[in-house]
């Protein structure tokens, strides 16, 4: 092969590279998230997006151009999750629909692709601002341009606009307020680097493992499975920081000695960092030896036992509302119906108490795919679906899923809080024609006010506000709304600042980490402060988030 062009072989291993070292660095991206709360997602969302591509990708029969690039599409798109990973499902769709038509690429066509990549991703955001993954990644396109009529080889080609890329991401503090007061670069370029980085790493012949997990085991088969039949109970996951890069002898004694502890390895390697992944019966093993090398982050233990007993209760419930639903099918089509996203089994209950049709399990940490949000719209059987992400990352999963739709009007309400999507299903008037309801939802959801309220991972400063890990913090709408030491105090802060006039209406969620009797002292509190207002307590059974409360 010319140093000049590239196969459909050499692509797909680039990709497939690019795609490993974001899974190998994806918790190092969530960190990177502006506000410290527990829930960064970026890294975790731009990972099973590519993942859902290089899953496609291995399951090629024929490895041609026009299939690999079908094969990339196809996966990222219909596994898009969270606002990062629609963006860069729309750059490969770019790129891929660029070169799709040619056995070989070229420097030339790689700048036309670099060009299209950008275009494609800019059309699928509203208000694209600088600073972000879309900057990062037109910056890399004008270079590409720039360089292309050089006499460059591939590898320097390649090197010059990864270097480009990464001077743009070190100024995006600079363009974007919000991540210059909290230190970071944008996640989302920076998830974007890493795959190039990972993708030139293959081009140099770097020794990598491009071998993905499979998804999960099905829910027929996870039926089948007895606890006994769990031979190691711990699944333990980790990073090594390493204090020097580990030698070829040292990786594979690594890999024999978890051998010797567990089975299902996943052992990949980096001149910085180890992730290790091994399912054993004595976590402490494992994380002893690792500590010869280095010091852990992400660490990660679950009693697969315990999950599997939860899993399957879950999957019983979940089997039961599917069957519900497929039974609905044969009915005629009601006028209209309704999908909701929310974490936890209180919100849950609410919103199916609200007649919602299918309400998809995530929000923060977990954003559901696009893939994710085109079966729960097949479930549902209305000539018109209105559709509630709940979740201002789920929004761009939620438009694109609907540009997939053909036989049903799906409309989405951008909701961004779950309190929203409960004021806007509320509205709704089956006596009014669908576009009268739109509009009163879009009306409702710009009268609700809400605040998260969890905990700091790390210190930093937002909105004039200095944050200590292990602060207790109100996150708003737009904004930092509270921080303290006290869950609350800080609520009391945080409703204090929502508060208006002509507010009728606090609604307080308690999560799983904050109990009915700390709710209601919260609400005793509120009540005496604002007798003209309703205060109302709710189980939301939400992760990551002490109470979710709204105003309105």
């Known amino acids: 092969m010319s ?11 680039m990709f497939l590279a690019g795609a490993q070292n974001l899974d190998v660095k994806k918790e190092w991206i969530n960190e ?108 890399m396109s004008k270079i590409a341009r720039k360089l292309a009529d050089g006499q460059m080889d591939l590898p320097a080609y390649l090197k010059s606009i990864i270097d480009y890329g990464n001077q743009t ?19 989302g370029g920076q998830g974007l680097m890493v795959v190039m980085e990972g993708a030139y790493d293959a081009l140099m012949g770097k020794e990598i493992d491009l071998n993905f997990a499979k998804p999960e085991t099905t829910k027929q088969n996870v039926e089948t499975i007895n606890d006994e039949d769990i031979k190691f109970g711990y699944c333990t996951e980790f990073i090594i920081n390493l204090e020097k890069a580990l030698s070829g002898s040292q990786v594979e004694e690594l890999r024999r000695f978890l051998t010797e502890i567990g089975d299902s390895i996943v ?50 419930k979940k089997l039961e509302l599917e069957k519900e639903a497929e ?82 009007n799906v409309i989405v309400i951008p909701t961004k809080t779950v309190p929203q999507g409960i004021s806007a299903i509320i509205s709704y008037d089956p006596d009014k024609t669908i576009e009268e309801n739109q509009k009163a939802m879009n009306d409702v959801i710009t009268t609700v006010k809400t ?4 905990y700091a991972i790390r210190d930093t400063t937002i909105d004039d506000k ?40 606090i609604s307080i969620y308690y999560g799983k980490e904050f109990s009915e009797e700390n709710a209601n002292r919260v609400a005793r509190e509120l009540t005496s402060r604002y007798p003209d207002c309703d205060v109302e307590v709710n189980n939301g059974g939400q992760p990551v988030y002490y109470c979710i409360i709204s105003v309105e």
């Open 32 to 139: 990177l998230n502006v506000f410290p709360v527990p829930d960064g997602d970026t890294g975790t969302n731009m990972t099973m997006t590519i993942t859902s591509a290089a899953r496609e990708v291995q399951s090629l029969d024929k490895l041609t151009m026009k299939e690999l690039c079908k094969a990339i599409s196809n996966g990222s798109l219909r596994g898009a999750r969270g606002n990062s990973g629609v963006i860069l499902s729309q750059l490969l769709r770019g790129f891929t629909k660029t070169v799709r038509g040619s056995e070989t690429i070229d420097i030339p066509l790689i700048a036309d692709a670099c060009e299209k990549a950008v275009e494609t991703a800019y059309k699928a955001v509203i208000k694209p601002k600088e600073g972000t993954i879309l900057t990062v990644a037109r910056e």
């Open 466 to 505: 200095e944050i200590h890990q292990g602060d207790i913090m109100a996150v708003g709408d737009s904004g930092m709304l509270a921080v303290g030491r006290d869950i609350q105090e800080t609520a009391l802060e945080a409703v204090a600042a929502m508060m208006t006039d002509d507010a009728a209406l």
């Open 327 to 408: 039974a609905k099918k044969s009915n005629p089509p009601k006028k209209a119906g309704f999908i909701a996203v929310a974490a936890g089994d209180g919100f849950r209950e609410i919103l199916q108490g609200l007649d919602v049709d299918y309400v998809i399990s995530g929000g923060q940490t977990m954003n559901p795919s696009t893939e994710d949000v085109l079966n729960a719209v097949d479930m549902v059987n209305a000539e018109n679906i209105f559709l509630f992400p709940d979740n201002s990352n789920i929004i761009m999963a939620a438009n694109q899923a609907r540009e997939l739709v053909q036989e049903k």
């Open 267 to 316: 052992l990949v390697p980096d001149p910085e960092l180890v992730k290790v992944h091994v399912h054993t019966n004595d976590p402490g093993m494992a994380i002893s030896k690792a500590l010869t090398y280095g010091y852990l982050t992400n660490m990660k233990i679950d009693n697969m036992r315990v999950e599997h007993r939860e899993k399957l209760i879950k999957d019983t």
């Open 169 to 187: 991401l070190a100024k995006t503090p600079d363009m974007l307020p919000v991540l210059k007061e909290a230190g970071v670069v944008d996640s």
């Open 451 to 454: 605040c998260e309220i969890t």
């Open 3 to 13: 140093e000049k062009t590239m196969d459909a072989a050499l692509l797909a291993k």
